[in-house]
């Protein structure tokens, strides 16, 4: 398999070199050249696989031979060996039109340890291999940090350096990230917002002789690596409702913010899942419900919500999908990313918005919508939505037509935004895990929003 760039400048490279390149050198997003198919016999052979297996069957697709096979299922079975269920992600369900697909059983309690175990595990293993020097960096808007620094803190030949928003994740998430004390990890606490972070990041990778000099690597779902990640649980998922019964039409609701969860399960669905509906779910930052309904592309005024993790105006694997919308032209693509920086915003003709509704549906939650799905479920099912997996409940009940079962994406373990869960007079009892994160002493370094400043601390640290 072969990885390109969506602005077309950067030839064919495999692999291996896609997941270290990260962000592409000529600023795009590297994607596959082609999409693997796969038929209805295959499908399936695939329903009756185990999680691991299935993930080991689909990577396979994506990376060839480029990692011999018994090497790989190495790298697949050491990275869900650290998940609390056997099944990894399992299903459950609330009614017969509701299903939730619990992504949480990792070891930072969110669904990003499904991507960056496995992402940790690769790293560690390229660095071995080629003795390559393995600097990584990355933004977070909660979640993401803390499972990259689990899935690389102490392993040899590796550094991480995670920005997040200062005081703008939940009390959990700074905890996970912050209290880790091992000497190849380093948390810079950011004056600014997610937007801010992400933007840093890219401008420090775009810098191409930076880049190298540094030996810098994304962890963030600018790498390809983590979409393809996380693709298997959409196949595992519908694997476990269709063996009741195959003719059932199923959707996925996913709560996302940078668009990279939902983008996994529409690479999902041009595989050959046949997915019904992909929901995507907002909440107040809602650009990507107005580009779904809309056409318009345009970050707005940023909102803090009590579903941090979605807290962003500026979707970083909107360019992958905007490729596949214009046909795979990265001439176009190019100029479309060229005039965005101008005018701030992108707009699409008709006829493209007609194909972008064939894709998705798009709902906005809002706060108080948030808290009263999480009140509904706990008081009906005796079940704890987090306020993320809450904007996909409410999404999917916004879509779900008779005949009809809709999969909602649980991102992450309700106690890590207890702070929402308080306001609907609900109290949980933690996991011991995240309970003994308030014992323990922070090690984080704030810093302004701007690059100098942030190059100084890498420049330090690596």
């Not at 596959?32 to 299935?54: A, F, G, M």
């Not at 917002?193 to 880049?211: G, H, P, S, T």
């Not at 809602?286 to 941090?308: A, K, M």
Request: proline letters at 3%.
């Amino acid at each position: 398999m072969d990885y390109i760039s969506t602005r077309g400048k950067v030839g064919a490279i495999g692999f291996i070199d896609a997941v270290m390149m990260g962000l592409a050198d000529d600023g795009g997003l590297l994607v596959p050249k082609h999409i693997p198919q796969v038929s209805e016999e295959t499908l399936k052979q695939w329903q009756q696989l185990s999680y691991q297996d299935l993930a080991l069957e689909i990577f396979s697709l994506y990376i060839g031979e480029e990692i011999p096979r018994e090497d790989l299922k190495k790298l697949v079975d050491d990275s869900y060996a650290t998940f609390r269920d056997a099944e990894v992600t399992p299903v459950r369900s609330m009614n017969n039109s509701l299903q939730i697909l619990e992504l949480f059983h990792g070891p930072t309690f969110a669904f990003k340890d499904i991507a960056l175990q496995f992402l940790g595990n690769l790293y560690s293993y390229i660095s071995r291999k080629d003795n390559s020097i393995i600097h990584i960096l990355g933004a977070t808007s909660g979640d993401t940090g803390a499972s990259a620094i689990e899935g690389v803190r102490g392993k040899e030949g590796i550094r991480i350096c995670i920005l997040h928003p200062h005081q703008k994740v939940s009390k959990v998430q700074e905890l996970q990230m912050t209290t880790v004390d091992d000497a190849n990890v380093l948390n810079l606490s950011v004056e600014g917002n997610f937007d801010d972070c992400q933007r840093i990041i890219k401008e420090l990778f775009a810098d191409v002789d930076f880049k190298h000099r540094y030996h810098l690597r994304a962890i963030n779902s600018i790498n390809i690596a983590r979409i393809l990640a996380q693709t298997v649980y959409y196949f595992y998922a519908y694997f476990q409702l269709t063996k009741k019964d195959p003719a059932t039409k199923v959707n996925f609701s996913v709560p996302t913010g940078n668009f990279g969860d939902i983008f996994a399960g529409y690479l999902a669905k041009r595989m050959g899942l046949p997915i019904h509906k992909l929901i995507l779910a907002t909440n107040e930052n809602n650009i990507l419900e107005r580009f779904v309904n809309e056409g318009v592309y345009q970050p707005g005024e940023f909102h803090s919500t009590y579903s941090p993790s979605m807290d962003i105006q500026v979707a970083s694997n909107f360019e992958r999908y905007l490729y596949f919308l214009h046909g795979e032209d990265a001439q176009a693509i190019s100029a479309i990313m060229d005039q965005y920086k101008v005018d701030g915003k992108i707009v699409i003709p008709a006829d493209k918005l007609a194909k972008v509704q064939a894709d998705f549906v798009a709902y906005g939650v809002q706060g108080e919508e948030c808290l009263r799905t999480i009140s509904k479920y706990y008081e009906s099912n005796d079940y704890l939505l987090d306020p993320h997996t809450a904007c996909g409940v409410a999404a999917a009940e916004q879509f779900t037509s008779e005949g009809e079962v809709t999969v909602a994406l649980s991102t992450a373990h309700p106690a890590k935004f207890d702070e929402a869960i308080r306001l609907v007079n609900i109290e949980q009892t933690s996991p011991t895990q995240i309970e003994a994160l308030f014992d323990k002493p922070q090690f984080q370094t704030l810093v302004g929003g701007s690059n100098s400043e942030i190059i100084e601390q890498l420049v330090k640290f690596y």
